[in-house]
């Protein structure tokens, strides 16, 4: 195989029709990558399951296609196809081994790859021609300078942006943004963020540009005192009222008035224009209508003054208060009676009484015992009692404190008891009399004691002689043994061998335990003295981490010498010349260290061997997955399927916990179509629901195919703790049903 192209990539931009891309070079297997640059957002890299692609291992190239489907690249985007080879060499000839021209001619178009590969490379720096007299340091100096005044240029613009940015931002200010003006219009505001536009006449701008309250009423025609009335309180008032028929107003005050009805009937009495005429409207004209006054008829006949008399309803009469004038169906209450304290029930109870009450009370008074109402005696002496109250069943006596228990009894004073006979050996009580008579009789029965007779006084001789040792001052003989006492003992009980082995040691080779303590010696001592910890601390430094005072002082180990032994500032100074100082050393030659275990935010001072850096920043060609916290770190979450899209409203259709770093964040968003769609929008988003730019919004109506998918641009998310993302995806459609499938995912790699 030859490799006659020297292409290594081919660039296409979109045209709203092409799907399927051809590349015309080798692209080995594995090698290939592709990328989708957005004017608005930037290169984004696909992954393999976003496209299809033939002819890999292929001189004469193939075909990319993509999107494999949904809509196709319109003129903002640019597609990428690219050989990407890795910088390795795997083709191991073994000595004396079968030769393959093939072989080596796939080295040799391998070498030639990578070659393309980098001066395609080269071509995209930045040269300087041979012979410039402009260094490549000078020009990137220039090219620093240029960037750092664009960035200035930049700031400056950014400023002038933001500050006019905060002028349209001014709540007074922002409302009127919205608004296009138009002649003969004025703004104003229809809240305190929104504002809106009227119109404005030419007689609207000649009154507000009047200067004062009479000018404008001027302009208006409400000159007070020739156009309009001037105000009255009582004109006021009267405006005030509401008017309706048959109704004529009134006054109720200073300047204050009502309404109040006026009948047809008032009407024709009000218009009579003379007292006559009045009362013949009213009827009362006197001598026809009244009687006209007269001082003997100012009191009725039938009126009658009411003393001592009642009124009989049932017969309409009125007479003086008998039995027989009140009904019997008239009752009287309880509480019309006396003070009212007895009531209606307590008078029934008389009903069936055959006899005076009282005497019926005093005939059963003595013959009902009442209860007791003081505690029962106790201590006294026994007494049938005259008391006629009896005592309540859970009447409770008082303890006796005159009389002993069975159990345990407390006896005081000098108790007596009938005393046993003599030689009586039971548990009765024995009383003194009967101890003092067995006593006497015992005495009776002694008759010597060591050939002694009579009464008997004990010898000291009486114990020795039959082995036995006085109190005082005793001398044992033998093997002595007796109790042993607790450690610690400090009494004048007997110390066995066994207390003093246990507490004491003993004067040679003794073993101490606990803390023993001893008198310490004086600084500088050299004898048999124990020596106390207070003596080793003040006068010799500890074995381990120890801290010399003075000038301590040793042997010069030889030059060279690596052990333990201390090194002196002889040794030091002449082997100064071999070694760095730990104060900023500079190395000379190759210097080594421990290659430290590669983690993400290890951050400790331990050298960085150059095995080290690699670890962390070389890539890999090897299958395993990249340790979580490292950079490269790859994440992804695929959609569940059926979540199902409501026209112009964003959706969350897949979720994905980052933890902190710094993350490119894409995905891809697949739609079950069986609708019209106008467009469509996909996001990567923090907030929940809501799309956050960079978008990637489609229009195309009624041209989405039944199946769609739709890439979501990278975002770039930088999180110091863990956070939630989503992809979000919205649609416009007017009927049937928009659905998100399972192909959906997002994706996130770290960056750093």
Known sequence: MTVSNTKSYITATGNNATRVWPYAFLIPTNSQVVTVWDATNGPVQLLPSQYTITGLDNPNGGTVTYPITGPVLDTDHTITIERILAPVQLVDLSSQGSFYPSTLEGMVDYVTMLYQQLAFLASRTVQIPVGSPVTPEDY?????????????????????????????????????????????????????????????????????????????????GLVIG??????????????????????????????????????????????????????????????????????????????????????????????????????????????????????????????????????????????????????????????????????????????????????????????????????????????????TTAIAGSVAGVSSFNTRQGAVTLLLTDVTGVGGAPIASPTFTGTPAGPTATAGTSTTQLATTQFVAASFAPLASPTFTGTPTAPTATAGTSTGQLATTQFVATSFAPLASPTFTGTPSGPTATAGTATTQFATTQFV???????????????????????????????????????????????????????????????????????????????????????????????????????????????????????????????????????SAFPVPHQRIAVSGSITVWTVASAGFSSGTVTATNACAIYARRRR
């Not at 003006?181 to 004025?186: D, G, K, R, Y």
């Not at 275990?597 to 997955?625: C, E, H, I, K, M």
């Open 573 to 707: 100074a002449t082997a100064l010349g071999s070694y760095a100082p730990l104060a900023s050393p500079t190395f000379t030659g190759t210097p080594a260290a421990p290659t430290a275990s590669f983690a993400v935010g290890l951050g400790s001072t331990q050298l960085a061997t150059t095995a080290y850096v690699r670890t962390g920043v070389t890539g890999t060609n090897a299958t395993d997955p990249i340790t979580s916290g490292q950079v490269g770190e790859f994440l992804s979450n695929n959609g569940v399927g059926g979540i199902g899209l409501t026209t112009g409203v964003a959706i969350n259709v897949v979720t994905l916990t980052l933890p902190s770093g710094d993350w490119d964040v894409w995905g891809v968003i697949t739609l079950s179509i069986s609708a019209s769609i106008t467009n469509f929008t996909g996001s990567v988003s923090q907030t929940s629901n809501t799309h956050q730019a960079p978008a990637v919004t489609l229009s195309s109506a009624g041209t989405f195919n039944a199946v």
């Open 226 to 435: 020739s156009n309009v009335q001037a105000y009255d309180a009582t004109l006021g008032s009267l405006a005030g009222l509401t008017t309706a028929a048959d109704q004529t107003i009134y006054s109720t005050g200073v300047d204050t008035f009502a309404m109040t009805s006026l009948t047809t009937f008032a009407r024709t009495l009000i218009d009579d224009t003379t007292q006559a005429a009045m009362q013949s409207t009213l009827g009362l004209v006197i001598g026809t209508n009244v009687q006209a006054f007269d001082a003997t008829t100012t009191k009725n006949a039938a009126v009658q003054t009411l003393t001592n008399k009642t009124i009989d309803a049932a017969n309409n009469t009125i007479s003086n208060i008998a039995n027989a004038n009140i009904s019997a169906t008239a009752a009287i209450d309880a509480s019309k009676i006396a003070n009212g304290q007895v009531s209606n029930t307590e008078f029934q109870y008389l009903d069936g009484v055959t006899s005076s009450i009282q005497t019926q009370i005093n005939n059963v008074s003595g013959s009902v015992p009442l209860a007791a109402t003081v505690a029962p005696l106790m201590d006294g002496s026994a007494a049938v009692g005259v008391a006629t109250k009896w005592a309540r069943e859970d009447h409770v006596h008082p303890t006796d404190t005159s009389r002993a228990p069975l159990n345990n009894a407390g006896l005081t004073g000098v108790p007596t008891a009938p005393t046993a006979t003599a030689g009586t050996n039971t548990t009765q009580i024995a009383t003194t009399q009967f101890v």
């Open 140 to 220: 990137l100096l220039t090219l620093q300078q240029l960037v750092n005044q664009a960035a200035q240029s930049a700031a400056d613009a950014a400023a002038s942006a933001q500050a006019a940015s905060d002028f349209v931002n001014q709540p007074g200010i922002a409302p009127l943004g919205p608004l296009s003006p138009a002649a003969n219009t004025f703004a104003y505001y229809t809240s305190t963020t929104a504002a809106a536009l009227t119109s404005l006449t030419a007689f609207g701008r000649s009154l507000i540009d009047d200067v004062d309250a009479p000018t404008a009423r001027s302009t208006l």
